[in-house]
Nanobody
Framework: QVQLVESGGGLVQPGGSLRLSCTAS????????MGWFRQAPGKEREFVAG????????PYADSVKGRFTISRDNGKNTVYLQMTSLKPEDTAVYYC???????????????????WGQGTQVTVSS
C-alpha cells in the first residue's frame, strides 16, 4: 500500500510559479509510476503529467507542455511538479497519483492509478 501526501499549493498571480511536492510512504517508491492530475470546479479530473520509475519518460497534457515540469527524487520518495507561467485556467485542486508496481508506463486515465493523495489547492488570480 502507498500513502501520498501533497504540499505546496497556494495563491499565485498570473505568470507566477509554484512547486508542488508529493511524498510517498508505505511502499518502495522507486517501483511506482507517478502522475499529477487536477480538477477544477464543475469539471472532471484531468491528467497533467506523469513520470516513469526512472524518470526517463515524462508525458504532459498539451495545456501545460512547456510550462510545467515533473520530476522525482527516489531517494526522498518524492515527486514534484514545477509550475511556471501560471494562468487563471490552471486553478484547480491538484492530485498526486501512483500506479501499482506491476505497471511500467504512464497512464493518462484516472482509472490507471491505484493510489491518490488528498489534493492541494492551486489558485491563480490577481
Amino acid at each position: 500500500q502507498v500513502q501520498l501526501v501533497e504540499s505546496g499549493g497556494g495563491l499565485v498571480q498570473p505568470g507566477g510559479s509554484l512547486r508542488l511536492s508529493c511524498t510517498a510512504s508505505g511502499s518502495i517508491f522507486s517501483s511506482n509510476v507517478m502522475g499529477w492530475f487536477r480538477q477544477a470546479p464543475g469539471k472532471e479530473r484531468e491528467f497533467v503529467a506523469g513520470i516513469t520509475r526512472s524518470g526517463v519518460n515524462t508525458p504532459y497534457a498539451d495545456s501545460v507542455k512547456g510550462r510545467f515540469t515533473i520530476s522525482r527524487d527516489n531517494g526522498k520518495n518524492t515527486v514534484y511538479l514545477q509550475m511556471t507561467s501560471l494562468k487563471p485556467e490552471d486553478t484547480a485542486v491538484y492530485y498526486c497519483a501512483g500506479r501499482r508496481n506491476v505497471y511500467i508506463s504512464v497512464s493518462v486515465a484516472t482509472t490507471g492509478y491505484d493510489y491518490w493523495g488528498q489534493g492541494t489547492q492551486v489558485t491563480v488570480s490577481s
